[in-house]
């Protein structure tokens, strides 16, 4: 019998969705973090036709698989980390779901140039009820805005996180990542409290 | 329903089944074993399709018939619209650490 490696602990995962409008950082944000740089895979269509998300691909015209990255942060060997860039487009909704399932949470990395291009993925995570924070990517000559703006621009509910982030950096995007745990922690605490029928003890 | 093959969630982890080898007559496709190689440890779907470079689409529809024939098992990751605060505050705390 071969030395099977069966004896490697099993990891539990979990997984953070970074979404944002076409260009606004994603896959900057997911290999300034994760440990490996962001890697893609494809998503294969049957029946139409979309470009990637990617600036490179805008020459690509049509083509039937779309691409994913995706990032890994292992802590421990047995809890790891998957950071995915989700297309901000409406017409990738379909991966949306599958995304999002299971998922922690959500960044939506806001371009200031461009911060109509992330209302579907706000409207969506509301609609789900999927906890997310606003991270306003600080492009160098982006136009620099308050977070007070972006709230009102994006028309975000209070209890809604806005953060300034540059992609680029490390600390930066891991403070995003800490305030989308605790804002999710947050959360969970509201609904346990009101699955309960009353207020949280202690 | 979903298609076939679209029940393995993105980082749902598979993992070589400990049985004994898989007999002659399942015939198997290089593809198969290709991506029964890399389960002999612990590893998710995505970092799978990754490493065998094949579209998540295909790579389900392997494991599909590799977990049928009994030769790979799935190990589903928590999943759901409510998420444990043990796995929040566990992703909290390594997240603190790096």
């Not at chain 1, 949306?96 to 140039?113: I, K, N, P, Y």
């Not at chain 2, 295909?58 to 494991?63: D, E, F, P, Y």
Request: hydrophobic share 45%; proline share 6%.
């Amino acid at each position: 019998m071969d030395s099977k490696n069966s004896e490697s602990p099993v990891p539990t995962t979990a997984k953070i969705i970074i979404a944002g409008g076409f260009g606004a950082g994603k896959t900057t944000l997911v290999g300034a973090i994760t440990e490996i740089r962001p890697l893609r895979t494809e998503e294969t269509l049957s029946d139409r036709s979309v470009g990637v998300d990617d600036v490179s691909g805008v020459d690509n015209k049509t083509t039937t698989t779309v691409a994913m990255d995706f990032g890994r942060i292992t802590f421990r060997s047995d809890l790891a980390l998957y950071l995915f860039g989700m297309p901000g487009q409406e017409r990738f909704w379909f991966m949306w779901e599958e995304l999002s399932f299971g998922a922690l949470g959500a960044v939506v990395l806001a371009d200031t140039r461009r911060l109509a291009s992330c209302f579907a993925s706000v409207d969506y995570f509301e609609h789900y009820g999927i906890p997310f924070l606003v991270a306003v990517n600080c492009f160098d000559g982006a136009p620099r805005y308050d977070p007070a703006d972006v709230r009102i621009a994006l028309d975000l509910d209070p209890s809604v996180p806005v953060l300034m982030c540059d992609a680029r950096r490390r600390d930066s995007v891991k403070t995003a990542l800490i305030g989308l745990v605790r804002h999710a922690l947050t959360r969970s605490g509201v609904q346990e409290s009101e699955l309960a029928g009353g207020p949280a003890l202690g | 329903m979903p298609a076939l093959g679209r029940n393995f969630g993105l980082i749902d982890v598979v993992v070589a089944a400990g049985g004994p080898p898989p007999s002659p007559e399942l015939r198997l496709a290089p593809e198969h074993r290709q991506v029964l190689a890399r389960c002999q440890r612990p590893m998710t779907v995505v970092d799978l399709a990754s490493e065998v470079d094949l579209p998540i689409g295909v790579v389900r529809v392997l494991l599909s018939d590799l977990t049928e024939y009994g030769i790979v098992e799935v190990l589903t990751a928590p999943r759901g619209r409510v998420i444990s605060r043990r796995l929040l505050n566990a992703v909290l705390d390594g997240l603190e650490e790096l």
